[in-house]
C-alpha cells in the first residue's frame, strides 16, 4: 500500500487547513499521526471503513477525520489550530495487519 499525502503549510494561530492522503488501494483503516520536534509520533485521528472515528484529546473538537472510500482518500480538516500543532503529519493506513505509512507533510502554526 502506498499512501500519498498532501495539504501541509505554514499559517497562522487560528487559521484552518485540510490534509488529504490518497492510498493505492482499498483498505481497513486510516488516519494522521504526527511528530513534532523532540517528540514521539502520536496519534491524531482515525477513521475505520464503518466509519467510526477515534481523536486524540487535544485536538477533539477542532479537527474532523474524513474518508472517500470510493478515492480510498482521507481527509483531516483542522481548524482554529494552535502553534502546539506544528508538526510533521504523517497519513497511516492497517491492511491484513500491516501498518502502512505515508512521507509525512509538515504543518507549521505561528502565534
Known amino acids: 500500500v502506498q499512501l500519498q499525502a498532501c495539504g501541509g503549510g505554514l499559517v497562522q494561530a487560528g487559521d484552518s487547513l485540510r490534509l488529504s492522503c490518497a492510498a493505492s488501494r482499498s483498505v481497513s483503516s486510516m488516519g494522521w499521526y504526527r511528530q513534532a520536534p523532540g517528540k514521539q509520533r502520536e496519534l491524531v485521528a482515525l477513521i475505520i471503513s464503518g466509519g467510526g472515528t477515534n481523536y486524540a484529546d487535544p485536538v477533539k473538537g477542532r479537527f474532523t477525520i474524513s474518508r472517500d472510500l470510493a478515492k480510498n482518500t482521507v481527509y483531516l480538516q483542522m481548524n482554529s489550530l494552535k502553534p502546539e500543532d506544528t508538526a510533521v503529519y504523517y497519513c497511516?493506513?492497517?491492511?491484513?495487519?500491516?501498518?502502512?505509512w505515508g512521507q509525512g507533510t509538515e504543518v507549521t502554526v505561528s502565534s
Open positions: 497511516y493506513a492497517l491492511w491484513i495487519r500491516r501498518d502502512y
